[in-house]
């Protein structure tokens, strides 16, 4: 079956009780049990739960198979995805990744003696290179926030493979209607649901998922002893923008294009990070290994800071604010907002000048987005 249907009908068919069309919302702490020894079923909402198992049936399905596992936030599947790692083990990631993860790596793992190398650039060959004796993972970002940089999964799962290193792809930026790691080669792959997967800005949530049935198991392990695990009714809103993933993405990536287009030409940019523009040096990586290029763009203005305000109070429609993949459109200043915590030489050493204006494209109409970055870039020049 094609993505959209199984969007709609997969892990979700009617309540078996009362013949419900849309998974209950089973509001429950526990259940009741059929007897002393254990039947299988449900027992406790931190173990297991209706909403949150339908959640998790659609989401494997959706990436293309194996078995997804959800989070109280794309942070906490982070820390799922990373927990098997112990003291003296090495990490390689794209220096591009978002703010969070960067803090994970720095703030929470590196005390324990979990050290991270990060690539520049982000090619095969620079992931690949970084790699040592003791390293156990490769986190990759792609697209990547805010660059919008790509990792070429097959290229770097096939890499990975052979030195006997696991590969996790955040791929929250994609989402699975546009990007399946699991099927270019991929080992893990973490989304925060926040993002497009739920796509209305109402929800914190993650999820990883996963091929590999050990890894899985160990992941199902700790998502119930840690318990960083997502309310039924907040699976439930996931659920929900399941149904209208295949839509969204489209018309996400549609008003992208037009933006785009629209912000190459305009003398106050200096450039368009979208990988769906020829001038994307990834353009044609992206062509391979994705069914769209998304809703993210990321412009440098030519007026560093200034510009970058000067643009961001100019805008009526677009919101200023964090958080990305939403129905409405967002811009955000990556130096002054997503990556603030960092120190100016991180900042530099990631490339994230203050020129940079990170935008998430909304399903607002396209001429109306454009009529609001044209006349508050009109300030900018
Ligand atoms: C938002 C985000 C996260 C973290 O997810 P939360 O739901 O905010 O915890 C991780 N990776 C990427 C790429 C994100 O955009």
């Known amino acids: 079956m094609q993505f959209e249907t199984l969007a709609i009908h997969d892990g979700q068919t009617p309540d078996p009780h ?46 293309g198979g194996g078995h997804a596992l959800t989070f109280a936030s794309g942070a906490a599947a982070t820390m799922a995805a990373l927990h098997g790692l ?19 790596f720095k703030e929470l793992l590196a005390p324990m003696g979990i050290t991270t190398s990060y690539c520049h650039g982000g090619t095969t060959e620079s992931y690949l290179e970084a790699i040592r004796p003791e390293t156990k993972l490769v986190w990759a970002e792609s697209p990547s926030n805010p660059l919008m940089r790509l990792a070429d999964i ?41 993002k497009y997967l739920g796509g209305h800005s109402d929800l914190i949530g993650g999820a990883v998922v996963t091929g590999d049935e050990a ?19 907040d699976c439930w809103l996931v659920l929900r923008g399941l149904k209208t993933l295949k839509v969204r993405m489209k018309e996400h990536e549609s008003n992208a294009m037009h933006l785009a287009r629209f912000l190459e030409g305009h003398p106050a940019v200096r450039r368009v990070l979208y990988p769906g523009l020829p001038s994307h040096p990834q353009h044609e990586l992206a062509k391979s290994q994705m069914k769209g290029f998304g809703g993210m763009l990321t412009i440098e203005m030519k007026g560093g800071m200034e510009a970058a305000g000067k ?42 000048t203050e020129g940079l204006v990170r935008i998430s494209v909304g399903l607002e109409h396209p001429q109306d987005l454009e009529q609001d970055l044209k006349s508050a870039l009109e300030g900018c020049r």
Request: hydrophobic share 40%.
């Open 311 to 352: 643009l961001i109070s100019g805008l009526k429609l677009f919101i200023l604010a964090d958080s990305l993949g939403g129905v409405e459109s967002l811009a955000a200043s990556p130096s002054k907002m997503t990556l603030w915590a960092l120190t100016p030489e991180e900042r530099a050493a990631r490339e994230c």
């Open 154 to 194: 097959r290229a770097l799962s096939a890499g990975c493979r052979e030195r006997a290193v696991t590969l996790a792809v955040d791929s929250t930026f994609a989402s699975p209607y546009f990007l399946r790691p699991l099927e270019l080669g991929a080992d893990l792959v973490v989304h925060s649901t926040t």
């Open 215 to 233: 890894l899985h198991q160990r992941l199902k392990t700790y998502q119930a002893a840690a318990g960083a695990v997502p309310s039924p009714w």
């Open 86 to 104: 112990r003291p003296g083990d090495h990490i390689v990631s794209g220096i591009d990744v978002y703010g969070g993860t960067y803090r994970i």
């Open 18 to 63: 009362t013949g419900s069309v849309t998974v209950p919302v089973y509001q429950t702490s526990t259940f009741a049990r059929s007897g002393l020894e254990y039947d299988g079923g449900f027992v406790y909402s931190r173990i297991g739960n209706p909403t949150r198992q339908a959640l998790e049936n659609a989401l494997a399905l959706l990436e």
